[in-house]
């Protein structure tokens, strides 16, 4: 069982002078059905911090994807601020939050989401040619990221020709292209099995030391506390309660 500790926000809240990367204030998503309007976040306000690597957690229907999905620029907010290096992503036009989601954000996703007719190397160069670099410079590039994911061998396999954690490093790889500020994780380790789900939380935690990016992951995964600075618990909308990894109590056998 996940052992809550009681703590304030100020004993929790990272050390003065560090650099904030995003955050979010009085944020609220109502979606309408029908006749009835649902609000799936209800005010939330949470600072993050260049470098971290953060856990949104919370049960299906807490608003943790929809925390999410805001921070990342894939849904505008009814109402709230939502800043990335002090640019509000709200106000941003649709080419404008393209280059930012080309160039500072980094996605992983459950499904892997890799263009299946294109091989491991097209996948992560693809990218980088959208950005702007020369089809060339990106391939070569592409194939060092794949080598530092250890998919140097299998750089032109299609997705058809790789398992569901080789699937998922490409991904990684590809988040990884542009050298981006943040890595958003969605339930990363979703569809892999214990093992696999393991080296891919580990591979993601290595990625973050040594690149410096702030990784932001939603996921149901208590293996990812592990790996985490802080962990944001949500529910119904709301953030329950911020938390350092170390004031996590986590039962062993809830951890396989």
Known sequence: MVTPRTASLESIAPAAGREEIV???????????????????????????????????????SGKSTLFNAIGGLDKPTSGKVFIDEVDVAQLDALELAWLRCRKIGYIFQTFNLITVMTALENVALPMIFAGLSEADAREKAKAILERVELGH?????????????QQRVAIARAFANDPAIILADEPTGNLDLNTGKAIIALLKRMNREQGATVISATHDLKMLDVSDRIFWIRDGMVEKIQNRAEVVIDAGEMH
């Open 23 to 61: 955050r979010t204030i009085d944020v609220v998503k109502e979606y309408r059905v029908g006749d009835q309007v649902l609000r799936a976040l209800k005010g939330v306000n949470v600072t993050i911090y260049r470098g971290e690597y953060i856990s949104i957690m919370g049960p299906s229907g």
């Open 154 to 166: 299998r750089i032109y396999n299609k997705p058809s020709q790789l398992s569901g954690g080789q």
